[in-house]
């Protein structure tokens, strides 16, 4: 009876599976028409599809569900629509997987953001593939590199500043300070305030250099009266409170001009870096205009240290520099001259809607003044390759090191540099005129290029730890852009080291004032590098930074450095006796100050004060025509105390 009952569910259950696959087939030949033609448009277009085995089909079409065995369907449940093989498999997602069986990764299709687009082999090359040098564009400078100013005549440090703070700079400086002070002192500000002239800015500048020459805690160190801080040169030029005064009133730009901008705050028409100008565009036009740069350029961020309470102050972890303003800079990459910068003030409205770095790149590099075929470095904040594609339809070739994740970066897997690679291990892949570049050093580095070939023969000396022998050197293979990068990238840095070395940035409340002395470090450092070229073209020896500046501060002061020569044994000797006999000194500068009561009158009963000591004896004595105390100490014995 059982038997009979198990063989009729059977039976009918074969019956409705009958019914169920005749549906099926006429459902499936009516809709697999349609998808079956997309699929093949699909395979047709992808270059990385791969179809799944036969192997695949078996198991999916023979293997049964195990709650299949289990269930025993009803005639009124309605069938679910079957889907094909591929469009299964595309859609077959982590948790849809069945139990007991491993995803297969064949036939699936990868997004078009996760491919190569122009790539024509679709993996990376290594060093054995090679590589087709690109066809560089000729350099054309629109005039000579070097220095642009006449190059068999002698220039003095102070005439080569003079090419950065000319006359009318230096004037329109004094007029808007001397507008400044009239202003606060009317405004009930107390100090004492004479009309600035131009030879007095100077001094001022003078001693605003010399003070990045020798550098002491404060800056009332300088005028300090005690015997360690014995600097004379400041108090030679000004005194203390006159050098505060110039340093308080200090202003750049028209009053009323400045009070007309401050109304447009808020709006498109304020200008937020007014305060600066027009000394901030003059240095950037004198910089452009005496010097040329050589094919190679730089481009990078300068920060100027400042901590003040303003919205354009920046901050970034990776520069020694961490907070302060922000400066794009362009600088030549063999003597680090700045040609270009401009001060990062923020969100603009003027951008291309193509992002800061490509908006950067573009605005430093005045190709109408620069020419054709400069070659330009840069990091992995500016490089893209939309950027470097579109330098290129301008006759401007770029490398630099670029972020993986950067759109337009090729996303192929096929041969990829691993993270476990041995150091000089390399990957290349080519992409019309771009080259990208993956190279392992310490770490991973990845560059992109339309200046070189991938790879040419070039080494490098590393240190490697042999797990046998310990630390040895071994010469790795390296890309020529990563060598280039290395040689031509510091462009910027090499400025901020000549900057840096006799650095004359004081603390200061108002932020037009860091850039005022920013800009006095770019103009000596520029100055010094045409000095260099200056010199070097008439085959003389230049001077270093330190002597260039202590030149340029002697003829700001309007006085004659020079070094006193080093003594003979003869000469010591003679040094040694002078410095045995009695010579009269002043206690100050002049005849008016540190007058002290003279030694001999004292003795005769009278107290008299004289400016004039023995620089032996160190007793106050009279020095004068009608009363010569001085020959009297020396010649006749004075009575001695008990």
Known sequence: MASRKASRKLFAEKSVLEELDKDIKNESSNDDEPVSAEADEDKEGDPDFEPLSSSDDELSSNEPSPKKSCIFPSPIIKPHTPRTPASSARSLGPRSTPSGRSRSPRGRKRSAGRMSVDSDLGIW?????????????????????????????????????????????????????????????????????????????????????????????????????????????????????????????????????????????????HDRLFKIKPLYTDIITACKTYFHPNRELAIDERMVASKARISFKQYMKDKPTKWGYKLFVLADSVCGYTWNFFVYEGKSSLT????????????????????????????????????????????????????????????????????RAQRGTMRWLREGKLLFVRWMDIRAVSMCSTIHKA???????????????????????????????????????????????????????????????????????????????????????????????????????????????????????????????????????????GRRVCIMCKISGHKVKTPVYCSKCNVALC???????????????PPEDD
């Not at 992002?355 to 790149?361: A, K």
């Not at 070229?533 to 450095?561: C, M, W, Y």
């Not at 020095?623 to 014995?637: D, P």
């Open 125 to 269: 090359n290594d060093i054995s593939m090679e590589d087709e040098a690109p066809d560089i564009p000729s350099f054309v400078p629109k005039r000579n590199p070097g220095a642009q100013i006449v190059m068999d005549r002698m220039y003095s440090p102070l005439q080569l500043f003079q090419l950065f703070f000319s006359t009318s700079v230096v004037k329109t400086i004094v007029k808007n300070t001397n507008s400044y002070a009239k202003m606060r002192t009317e405004a009930g500000k107390k100090f004492s305030w004479v009309p600035l002239t131009a030879k007095e800015l100077y001094s001022y500048f003078a001693i605003v250099i010399y003070m990045g020459l020798l550098s002491t805690k404060t800056i009332s160190d300088y005028w300090s009266g005690k015997k360690i801080y014995s600097i004379p040169f400041p108090k030679s030029l000004m005194s203390r409170s006159r050098f505060q005064a110039i340093s308080w009133n200090l202003h750049l730009c028209n009053l009323e001009e400045d009070r007309a901008n401050a109304q447009k705050k808020g709006t498109p028409d």
């Open 352 to 419: 291309t809607g193509k992002g800061l770095s490509y908006d950067s790149v573009m605005r430093l590099l005045d190709l109408s003044l620069l020419g054709k075929g400069y070659h330009v470095y840069m990091d992995n904040f500016y490089t893209s390759p939309g950027l470097l594609l579109d330098l290129l339809d301008k006759k401007t070739l770029a490398c630099g090191t670029i972020r993986s994740h950067v759109q337009g970066f090729p996303r192929t897997r096929g041969n990829e540099l691993s993270e």
């Open 623 to 637: 020095f004068v025509s009608s009363r010569n105390c001085f020959k009297k100490w020396h010649t006749e014995k």
């Open 455 to 593: 790879y040419d023969g070039t080494t490098v000396s590393r240190r490697i730890r042999n797990p046998k022998s310990g630390w040895e050197t071994r010469e790795i293979p390296i890309p020529l852009a990563a060598k280039d990068y290395n040689k031509y990238m510091g462009g910027v840095d090499l400025s901020d080291a000549l900057i840096g070395y006799y650095n004359v940035l004081h603390k200061t409340r108002k932020w037009y004032k860091t850039f005022f002395f920013h800009f006095i470090d770019i103009a000596v450092v520029n100055s010094f590098i045409l000095h260099q070229h200056l010199l070097k073209s008439q085959n003389k020896t230049p001077l270093n930074q330190k002597q260039f500046r202590e030149e340029l501060v002697g003829e700001l002061a309007g006085i004659d450095i020079q070094e006193d020569e080093e003594p003979s044994a003869q000469g010591t000797s003679k040094s040694a006796v002078e410095e045995q006999q009695c010579w009269p000194e002043y206690f100050g500068s002049d005849a008016t100050c």
